[in-house]
């Protein structure tokens, strides 16, 4: 199985300052046949199911405000969020599809300094 | 705008099946597969497997395999997920999915909590 691995698990941030998550795969999730690294993050607010903020690492998915921003190919990514907001408090999670299972990273818990 | 819709709570004692439900509206259901995943309480996403509507072709998590099940109705856009012989570590909330082929999960259904106990 691709183990998927955040850090930090959680994270304490002024509202207006950046925030910045990582995501480390045990192996690549970049397939080779369209260039195409298979990592997503959603957000998950309590109570609420996760919704995709981004896909195949950094294109945001339609409706997510343009302070979210994914990066990174192969084993390493990171999603940033300029400029907090208090909307902004939830738990993050990366995601590979590029192989079976299907696996998630333990999430990271973004909090309001 | 397409959603996913699931049935409601489910308390099971150990040993026995739940099956779940999770219907799509607002999109061509045949033309994405559509998955499980669950969440145990205070924990993370685990992936249990897909099906493909078009089809009704499974592909399970190998943690799972044997243990669980997925159909579809085709006339009711309907997907079902049933898990048998439960135990009290497979109480979670567990959710459907929309996967289009960039990977992602972009509906959700809204959950349906599983609670085993005797």
């Known amino acids: 199985d691709i183990v998927m691995t955040q850090s930090p698990d959680s994270l304490a941030v002024s509202l207006g300052e950046r925030a910045t998550i990582t995501c480390k795969s045990s192996q690549s999730v970049l397939r080779t046949s369209n260039n195409k690294n298979y990592l997503a993050w959603y957000q998950q607010k309590p109570g609420q199911p996760p919704k995709l903020l981004i896909y195949w690492a950094s294109i945001r998915e339609s409706g997510v405000p343009d302070r979210f921003s994914g990066s990174g190919s192969g084993t390493d990514f990171t999603l940033t969020i300029t400029s907090l907001q208090a909307e902004d408090v939830a738990i993050y999670y990366c995601?590979?599809?590029?192989?079976?299972?299907?696996?998630f990273g333990q999430g990271t818990k973004l909090e309001i300094k | 705008q397409g959603q996913l819709v699931q049935s409601g709570a489910e308390l099971k004692t150990p040993g026995v099946s739940v099956k779940v439900s999770c219907k799509a509206s607002g999109y061509s259901f045949i033309d994405y597969f559509v998955h499980w995943v669950r969440q145990a309480p205070g924990h993370g996403l685990e992936w249990l497997g897909w099906i493909n509507p078009k089809n009704g072709a499974p592909n399970y998590a190998q943690k799972f395999h044997g243990r669980v099940t997925m159909t579809r109705d085709t006339s009711i856009n309907t997907v079902y997920m049933e898990l048998t012989t439960l135990r009290s570590d497979d109480t979670a909330i567990y959710y459907c999915?929309?996967?289009?082929?960039?990977?992602?999960?972009?509906?959700w259904g809204q959950g349906a909590l599983v609670t085993v106990s005797s």
């Open positions: 999915m929309r996967g289009p082929a960039n990977g992602g999960f972009d509906y």
């Open positions: 995601q590979q599809s590029s192989g079976f299972p299907y696996t």
